[in-house]
Nanobody, 121 residues
Framework: QVQLVESGGGLVQAGGSLRLSCAAS????????MGWYRQAPGKQRELVAT???????NYADSVKGRFTISRDNAKNTVYLQMNSLKPEDTAVYYC???????????????WGQGTQVTVSS
């Protein structure tokens, strides 16, 4: 039904930049929230940034001022521009979607497969 396709991960040196993309496809009646989470080795999954259907944005304190979340509503795509990357940003980054698939459906949470971001010192 609904699928999330992530791209943009890779290996960069500290101070570098990456831009992640996540495109949602399938039956989507209404998008409530799109965002990014990450999970580093030995750590639990944590929120990075989210953007609601109304455009309200939330960032984790650890990335505020360095990361920027944006979206293209026409393409159901969310982006994460990551600047001034640090080794502690190394993690698998997961795209997240909270959406209503049909007019009579209920909200459901969808996850991308994850994309690896590695920042070397």
């Amino acid at each position: 039904q609904v699928q999330l396709v992530e791209s943009g991960g890779g290996l960069v040196q500290a101070g570098g930049s990456l831009r992640l993309s996540c495109a949602a496809s399938g039956s989507i009646f209404k998008i409530n929230v799109m965002g990014w989470y990450r999970q580093a080795p030995g750590k639990q999954r944590e929120l990075v940034a989210t953007i609601t259907g109304g455009g309200r944005i939330n960032y984790a304190d650890s990335v505020k001022g360095r990361f920027t979340i944006s979206r293209d509503n026409a393409k159901n795509t969310v982006y994460l521009q990551m600047n001034s990357l640090k080794p502690e940003d190394t993690a698998v980054y997961y795209c997240n979607l909270d959406a209503v698939p049909t007019a009579r459906g209920v909200p459901w949470v969808y996850w991308g497969q994850g994309t690896q971001v590695t920042v070397s010192s």
